[in-house]
């Protein structure tokens, strides 16, 4: 069914019949590539590379979609900036595009990876005025002392985290989720942001998520009713 195009049906007979979606790795690769194919479409070149920068899988995608539409600049700059190998694409990829790879191109700065600093993407991408959206300065949060990533259990980070956290009156909360490329995936918790009154902490819960000790600060937490939990 999968090779005649009826992907759908495919999908179908295995949700109701309970099979394992990953014994079918044409159906999940075919998910993906749609998936690739949606974001290319409805967001712009460096947005979609943000998205998927956890994923050398979807990047490489999104570069074979990059190559067919014949952005060759920014196809060969994506490989050099996210490390991708000529080993991670399809080897009909690889045949019809492999000397272009190997040309030398000009290479485009994707300014998300530059710029950002948790800065809204409108000021940095559109130069729309600065102070037009919410900033941290509006909150008298500075980048460089406000604000912490914690992606180690044995880093002074999480050490003041688990600190500070535990004795905060009141705490916000907020998270972002890794994109699901296929409806089989289970949505993942990617990033906890969680803030006190002076400084904020940023979980990389893929890093964090099976260790004892992250699990125990958040139990701890969300448990205590003395603390007070505030989110959007």
Known sequence: MIETGESKKAINLI????????????????????????????????????????????????????????????????????????????????????????????????????????????????KDVAGTFWNLKNFNIEMENGIFWVDDVNSSEFYVARRDLLSAPIVGLDSEYRLNTNRFEKRQTSILQIATENQVYIFDVQSLGDRKEYQELIWELFADEQILKVTD
């Open 15 to 126: 949700s109701n019949f309970g099979f394992d979606p990953y014994d079918f790795p044409q159906l999940i690769l075919g998910a993906k590539i749609n998936a690739i194919r949606y974001f290319a479409k409805n967001q712009p070149w460096f947005k979609v590379e943000e998205l998927f920068s956890d994923s050398k899988e979807m990047l490489s995608l999104f570069v074979e979609e990059l190559m067919q539409d014949n952005q060759i600049d920014l196809a060969q700059s994506m490989i050099k900036r996210r490390n991708l190998l000529i080993e991670e694409f399809s080897p009909n990829f690889q045949l019809k595009f492999g000397a272009d790879l190997s040309k030398e191109l000009k290479y485009s700065e994707n300014i998300l990876f530059t710029q950002d600093a948790y800065a809204p993407t409108e000021e940095i991408v559109n």
